[in-house]
């Protein structure tokens, strides 16, 4: 199969060159794989990369671990191409249930994502790391990691002391069928409002944030209680999205426990802690200008103690450690990585990503101005509902209501998934709700169409005869699908599971336009419904994979 393969190219490139890290990547429509070993050895024989290119060649032509692999020289790269053979056996795997799935392996994962502070509901920009974090964490669980996913629970910061303040002074209710964390927003607001028109009303909540410190009980409930109320509003929008956690740590308890009181007397052995009135990390020898502050001068702990804290169980208690953070959080995530290396321990890999904004303008709890990820799933289903009414008005409303719920989670998730972290992007309703190419949609209508011609094939048995020019590119992108598991996984890049998906839908489309299924005979009807029966599992396996549902009617 092709990470077999890729394996054994990369095995025997390494025995030809005698070099341990070989550039081996895609070969995009030349070759199923294409290396640039060449240039590297030209640099250090000094001679032109093309002559090497084909020497090595010529060499891993005489290896009998690549029987059934081509390999060509064209210039200075190294073209492989998997034979029939090869291929065979990978359209066989891929007629099985989950595949795609790796060897289970040893190494635990911990993965941290969401963590939006409780102070009102989950927005787009929200959910732009919701669906990245829980999409990693179905890839490594595809990767066969032991993985477990956690929301880390800010119920100790200055926003929450404002939640609570509010709560304590609030004069309305909550509305009728209001969901309790946009109640929390709207008490939110309104005390940012009125700390803005009184300053001195700070004094009550520097106080709360002092009492709940210190621990006491009254105010530790009133804490609890207002961020319990946000986190179920949060579950259902999460429910809604299929965003699963497998744990909700609180940030207090590293408090309760005397883990960060024993973090910050750590720190305070290391050469460049100070205290100063407020006590603080001096990391300009790791490159750092900004002081790394870890208690304020009136003895309470900040963000930074408490986190350090967190990732020093973490760090701890798994082989690998994994956080998905907004673009806002690279200092701080820089300067913690450094912190946990001055202290001797793990440190995390941080998946950063930029804003979601709108057309307007950037989103802020604090001033009121946001969508709810909640509208957005409203809005999008209603619309998705539109959509599923004109292609299947024969349908109940029921089942049109299911399948849109569907498509719209299929919208969303895959209009987020399919733009790379580092890139930032202003969220437009049309684009999301496209049903067309680079949509979720149209991943989930290939799939369907699949299944469709799957019920009317009848009785058939596997038969591999990929002879056709849209047979092979179908064939050759199914038998690719377990190396992007792994490549996903690895690289920390999401993206490339829903590139692969899409790309997945457009061979399939391709090949049920060009290449007669029901309407073939013998052993070229039999091999093509094979082939069909591939690229259903191949899709629902990479739709369930990316968090959408893989629809048998659309």
């Not at 020289?73 to 891929?94: H, K, M, S, V, W």
């Not at 290396?341 to 793990?346: D, S």
């Amino acid at each position: 199969m092709v990470l077999t393969a890729k394996e054994e190219i990369l095995d025997a490139l390494c025995r030809a060159t005698k070099l341990d890290d070989i550039p081996l990547t895609e070969g995009g429509g030349h070759a199923d794989f294409a290396s640039t070993v060449a240039f590297v050895l030209a640099k250090r024989e000094k001679s032109a990369p093309a002559p090497i290119a084909a020497e090595i060649a010529r060499s891993l032509a005489k290896d009998p671990t690549l029987a059934g692999i081509t390999i060509t020289a064209t210039g200075p790269y190294l073209n492989f191409t998997i034979g029939t053979e090869r291929l065979t056996r990978a359209l066989a795997a891929a007629l099985e249930p989950g595949y795609g799935a790796l060897p289970s392996k040893d190494t635990r994962v911990v993965l941290e994502h969401t963590s939006a502070n409780p102070n009102g509901p989950l927005h787009v920009g929200h959910i732009r790391n919701s669906i990245i974090g829980d999409t990693l964490a179905r890839c490594f669980r595809k990767a066969g990691f032991p993985v477990e996913v956690q929301y880390y629970v800010n119920d100790m910061g200055r926003q929450i002391a404002i939640v609570v303040w509010g709560l304590g002074r609030a004069t309305s209710l909550p509305d009728p069928n209001e969901k309790p964390d946009h109640y929390i927003a709207r008490v939110y607001i309104a005390a940012n409002r009125a700390l803005e028109e009184d300053p001195g009303l700070t004094t009550a909540v520097d106080s709360l944030m002092q009492r709940v410190e210190q621990g006491d009980p009254g105010v530790e409930r009133q804490f609890r209680d207002a961020v319990s109320r946000c986190l179920a509003g949060f579950s259902v929008t999460l429910r809604d999205l299929a965003v699963p956690h497998d744990r909700f740590v609180w940030e207090s308890d590293f408090i309760r426990n005397g883990d960060t009181s024993r973090i910050i007397g750590q720190l305070r052995h290391l050469p460049g802690y100070h205290v100063d009135g407020k006590e603080y990390l001096d990391l300009r020898e790791q490159g750092f200008d900004k002081e790394y502050v870890i208690r304020r001068s009136d003895g309470t702990s900040v963000y930074a103690a408490r986190d350090l804290a967190y990732h020093t169980w973490k760090g701890r208690n798994f082989d690998r450690v994994i956080d998905v953070l907004g673009a806002d959080h690279k200092l701080i995530g820089a300067q913690l990585i450094a912190t946990l290396h001055l202290m001797g321990e793990k440190t995390p890999d941080i998946v950063h990503f930029e804003f979601v904004s709108l057309p307007e303008g950037a989103m802020s709890t604090r001033a009121g101005t946001f969508v709810s990820a909640d509208d957005l799933i409203r809005e999008v289903s209603m619309r998705a509902l539109d959509e599923v009414t004109t292609r299947r008005p024969e349908l109940s409303e029921e089942e049109r209501t299911v399948i849109a719920r569907a498509v719209a989670r299929a919208a969303i998730r895959y209009d987020i998934i399919r733009i790379s972290p580092d890139k930032s992007t202003v969220f437009n309703w049309k684009e999301a709700l496209n049903f067309e190419r680079q949509s979720g949609p149209y991943i989930q209508y290939a799939h369907a169409r699949a299944c469709s011609i799957l019920a009317k094939a009848g009785d058939w048995q596997p038969t591999y005869e990929i002879v056709t020019t849209h047979e092979v590119a179908l064939a050759r992108h199914i038998a690719r699908f377990p190396a992007v598991i792994e490549e996903t996984a690895m690289t920390l890049r999401p993206g490339l599971l829903a590139v692969y998906a899409r790309e997945l839908a457009d061979h399939f489309n391709a090949f049920y336009q060009f290449e007669p299924v029901l309407g073939s005979e013998g052993a070229t009807r039999e091999s093509r419904i094979t082939l069909v029966r591939a690229a259903q599992n191949t899709l629902h396996e990479a739709l369930e994979t990316l968090g959408i549902d893989a629809l048998r009617s659309m």
